[in-house]
């Protein structure tokens, strides 16, 4: 396994995005297994860095969508302009034909340009008037959202929110990085100089090594329980979908492929399992009124699930 491009990827990234490299880590493990993220923190703590960082250490193309309460679907997908000299319509392609995509702020757009991004996220393609086009490889999400503000937002459904792989929060850093990071901004060390250090080739061949990553049936096993005991915890209004399944194992392969390994360990589900999990659980309205914490919740099952014995 030639882990030399992971490598400069997760050195890189860390150097230009400082203090935070659990959550680089998480955001690498999603990149190589396929999914999307979702960022929900305050405003200012580097999120569209985190995104912009990312794509050009890789040589992604990359789109920002700046979501607004008027943005509309053909904003994001495209739309069809008729051609005076031709008489034919031509596509125009929307902010979505990108490899890296930054959609900020998607809970100020409205529901209808949320689900716009829904096909494009789950099959990797967009319809257009019935046409098909498929997005560049590999294509990959980043959702923020601010947790604060409540005014003028429209929060994702259940449905949209299955979709990302998994929500992070990135979190004010520590104060010795926070000094660092204004030295860096003083000499000009910022993400607008950064150079890549592998191609969008590359990471497809990272994802199909990830892709080739062990997962025996006890794990499989250890990972469905997981799913189950979600399920029938009481204070959770419903459980984790199929979906959370398919997702959980491909974060676990990526996470062990990130830490050097082929194969997939219980460590692994547990490093990933919180954030691929806590955003798609809702707690009942009275564990909400106890005050209760999703996080606090899922911890707790993890451990009580029976690790296999390999």
Known sequence: MDDSAVRALRDQVNEYFVGKSSVVEDVLTCLLAGGHVLLEDVPGVGKTTLARTIARST????????????????DVVGLYVYNMKTGDFDYKAGAIMHQMILADEINRTSPKTQACLLEAMAEGQVTVDGTVYELPRPFMVIATQNPVEFIGTYPLP??????????????YPEASRE???????????????????????????????????????????YIQGIISSTRSESRFVMGASPRATISLVAASRAKAFLDGRDYVRPDDVK???????????????????SGEDTDGILKSLILKEKIPME
């Open 158 to 171: 259940e449905a949209s929110k299955d979709r990302f792989m998994m929500k992070l929060s990135i979190g």
């Open 271 to 289: 490093a990933v399992a919180v954030n691929v999990l806590h955003h798609r659980l809702t707690l009942t309205s009275s564990s909400k009124i």
């Open 59 to 74: 040589d992604c193309s990359f789109g920002r969508i700046q979501f607004t309460p008027d943005t509309l679907p053909t």
């Open 179 to 221: 000094i660092q990071m204004a030295a860096n901004f003083i000499k000009g060390h910022t993400d607008n100089v950064i150079k890549p250090v592998c191609t969008a080739s590359d990471i497809l061949s990272l994802k199909e090594q990830v892709s080739a990553v062990h997962v025996s049936d006890k794990l499989l096993g």
